[in-house]
């Protein structure tokens, strides 16, 4: 075997600027590379060999592999640098001013060229509770979006519905006559359910949680939210995770077993949740670090379509959103989703909270990748095809971001 870094070392190697695509060979020599074991995640320095986006080899490559005879290679030196998998964020409403509930394939596609530069290569689309018959309008048109995608954009991998089979007493902003009581009959009315990957609903109001047993039958993801279920409701319904964990639920109780308490000591359940430090205090940050699995922690953005607006007033399902204060809110000062993306909201969570850099990615990314079974695209594993993401070291911003 032979070291990367010794067949390449004596190639002028090209500002990371200066490589936008990885066409035909690529090296990247001394980066830090993200590795995640036995639930611990770190930075190892390591040299990676990539041939037209698939990872061929890290460090070493075999003695019969000759790159001088090469004639279109590029060496990036990332010393100094992170090298991580891309983001997935499988609980995002919008931005932009777009809103998946009612946005046009136009629309949508401008969002996903926007998205791409925080870091997301894949998303899940989430719409709001809504009617049936515009969910499926708006299926048709993501459906539309994951067949065809466009190169250097996000990903679309699938839907999320938050609702419309959520409890009106944990409504959060939700419009209580828009809301269902969950059933099949009336879930499979819903077109396009092969490009459903997660639904949140309220497990106690499932009678015999027939909706959450249909839906794991069929690798539907249920997650429990907006919901006022307990312990016994949580364990019976068989949900795989938790929606936003602490908002839309039933709070910590000392004596009752409510869903937040058996999302924290379940260690089976997965937890959403939202990173801007405003729906969930960074002291529960650390409680969830401390009682979860690393591997169960989900970090979502929840971003409405306010996030990067311009404007400070707008509107999901006819109730006005008002983000003047830094947050959004409802008229009755009800929190609703956030007004950012997470990578905006990473520097934040290292200054505040116990989680470290490499925690944090793991949460924004492997975690959420293994929760939707989609692992291959985001672990630096050889013949692995990756989206990943170049970081300075110093100030943790990111500097590029290949995705194929």
Same mark, same amino acid.
């Given at each position: ?10 190639? /002028?190697? *090209?500002?990371?600027?200066?490589? =936008?695509?990885?066409?035909? @060979?690529? $090296?990247? &020599?001394? %980066? ?111 459906? /539309?979006? *994951?067949?065809?995608?466009?190169? =250097?954009?996000?990903?679309? @991998?699938? $839907?999320? &519905?938050? %609702? ?241």
């Amino acid at each position: 075997m032979k070291k990367i870094y010794d067949i390449c070392k004596n190639i /002028k190697p *090209i500002h990371i600027n200066d490589c =936008n695509t990885l066409c035909y @060979y690529t $090296v990247f &020599l001394n %980066g830090g590379l993200f590795y995640f074991e036995n639930n611990i995640p770190y930075f190892k320095e390591s040299d990676l060999l990539f041939y037209n986006n698939k990872l061929i080899a890290i460090d070493y490559i075999e003695n019969d592999f000759n790159i001088n005879n090469l004639k279109n290679i590029n060496v990036i030196d990332v010393r100094g640098k992170y090298i991580t998998p891309s983001f997935i964020d499988e609980h995002i409403h919008g931005g932009f001013d777009i809103n998946f509930n009612n946005a046009s394939e136009k629309e949508i596609r401008y969002l996903l060229k926007k998205c791409k530069d925080f870091g997301y290569s894949n998303i899940i689309a989430t719409l709001l509770p809504d009617s049936i018959e515009n969910i499926n309008k708006q299926l048709n048109i993501i459906r /539309k979006i *994951i067949e065809t995608p466009q190169n =250097n954009a996000t990903k679309i @991998y699938g $839907v999320h &519905l938050e %609702g419309p089979f959520l409890n009106p007493q944990k409504a959060g902003i939700h419009p209580d006559y828009i809301l269902k009581i969950p059933d099949i009959k009336e879930f499979k009315k819903i077109t396009n359910k092969d490009i459903i990957k997660i639904v949140t609903l309220a497990p106690e109001i499932d009678k015999n949680y027939e909706l959450c047993k249909y839906l794991n039958d069929n690798n539907i993801i249920p997650s429990a939210g907006h919901s006022v279920a307990n312990a016994d409701n949580i364990k019976k319904s068989n949900v795989k995770q938790v929606t936003h964990l602490f908002n839309a639920m039933a709070p910590i109780h000392h004596r009752e077993m409510t869903i937040a308490n058996e999302a924290l000591f379940n260690d089976n359940l997965s937890v959403e949740i939202i990173t801007d430090l405003k729906h969930v205090h960074p002291k529960m940050l650390n409680l969830v670090k401390k009682c979860k699995p690393l591997k169960k922690i989900i970090f979502i953005s929840d971003a409405l379509p306010c996030a990067y607006s311009k404007n400070k007033i707008s509107y999901l399902n006819n109730v006005k959103i008002n983000t003047s204060s830094g947050i959004a809110l409802g008229e009755d000062g009800t929190i609703a989703g956030n007004n950012k993306f997470s990578s905006d909201n990473i520097s934040n969570i290292v200054n505040k909270t116990n989680f470290t850099f490499e925690e944090i990615i793991a949460c924004l990314s492997i975690n959420c990748a293994k929760n939707l079974n989609i692992i291959n695209k985001f672990e630096f594993n050889i013949n692995n095809t990756i989206d990943f993401i170049i970081w300075d070291k110093e100030t943790l911003k990111i500097e590029k971001i290949f995705i194929n």
